[in-house]
């Protein structure tokens, strides 16, 4: 009625068309972060999760004749009763049940030496061990498979300097497993030291004050204090070196082609012989699966037997 006798409009009720122009900037506002992550989304789709995807459709089917032919899960009975993949699968696990443990008890020695206020020049000492890790994984091994060389290796010249014999590190099944432990010990523990010294640095130095006003020893201070305090960095170096492992490539296809005898053959190896030497690119999507799946049960039960309990 006031807008009807003064002829001007109640400036209390919106004029026509204000609510739709006033609701338009806040949906550019509401749309804006999804278009700005778009084009993230869309290079993880193409790059991740359809090849993904694609290969979980190839290990459902095998190449005959140069045609796909379907077969279902026969690539994946066949992993069952595959020698090679049992071989591939046994040394995988001896490198993780035996290198890895050995690694971190090296690498959390190495972290708490680094810690340590009476060691002089540690900025160098951390990047020493480090340095390994920067090296190129092709690199390395052809500088090791050089060094244990059986016939003109350093490593047997100055083994003979001092009048022993040389070691064949390359040629026996034996120590060409010795050799690839060797290799991966010298390549990933100084990274794995990083990460605890991280972790190491957040420990409350009043926790160790305390332990020694309560007469704690070194090892106990180490045991009750470091070790717990250390918990989180050692959960996340054990399962991201396992799943390192469990994936292991370069290092026994550069310094023994997975031999002598397949005692270096890995998972890794034995998928890329398979996708690549003998062009089953079903068989070997099928192992990448399996290894996937190995990858994720590991992983649950050491998150459950390292995790934090609640």
Request: proline share 6%; no cysteine; hydrophobic share 50%.
């Amino acid at each position: 009625m006031t807008a009807t006798l003064t002829g001007r409009a109640d400036p209390a009720v919106p004029a026509p068309g204000a609510a739709g122009s006033a609701s338009r900037p806040r949906r550019r506002r509401r749309v804006a972060p999804y278009l700005f992550v778009l084009p993230a989304l869309l290079l993880f789709a193409a790059f991740k999760i359809y090849p993904i995807g694609r290969s979980f459709v190839i290990s459902l089917h095998k190449t005959v004749g140069g045609t796909e032919r379907f077969v279902g899960a026969d690539n994946y009975t066949r992993l069952l009763g595959d020698p090679l993949f049992r071989t591939a699968l046994k040394n995988t696990a001896v490198i993780l049940a035996v290198q890895v443990p050995v690694m971190l008890a090296l690498a959390t020695g190495i972290a708490v030496a680094l810690n340590s206020g009476l060691l002089r020049g540690r900025t160098l000492f951390r990047l020493g061990f480090f340095l390994p890790m920067i090296t190129g994984l092709v690199a390395y091994g052809i500088m090791l498979s050089v060094l244990l060389n059986h016939d003109y290796g350093l490593v047997n010249w100055l083994l003979g300097l001092v009048g022993a014999d040389p070691v064949p590190w390359l040629t026996d099944p034996f120590w060409a497993k010795i050799s690839l432990g060797l290799a991966l010990t010298w390549h990933y523990t100084g990274y794995n030291a990083v990460i605890l010294l991280a972790r190491l640095q957040s420990v409350p130095a009043e926790l160790y004050d305390a332990a020694a006003v309560d007469g704690a020893s070194a090892w106990t201070s180490f045991r009750h204090v470091t070790l717990p305090g250390l918990r989180p960095a050692l959960l996340l170096t054990t399962v991201l070196s396992t799943i390192g492992t469990l994936q292991i490539f370069d290092e026994p296809y550069v310094l023994t082609g997975g031999g002598p005898d397949n005692a270096t053959l890995t998972v890794g190896v034995y998928l890329y012989q398979n996708a690549f030497k003998y062009f089953d690119f079903g068989y070997a999507s099928a192992i990448a699966y399996a290894l996937a799946v190995l990858i994720g049960i590991l992983g649950v039960i050491q998150f459950r037997l390292l995790g934090e309990k609640q």
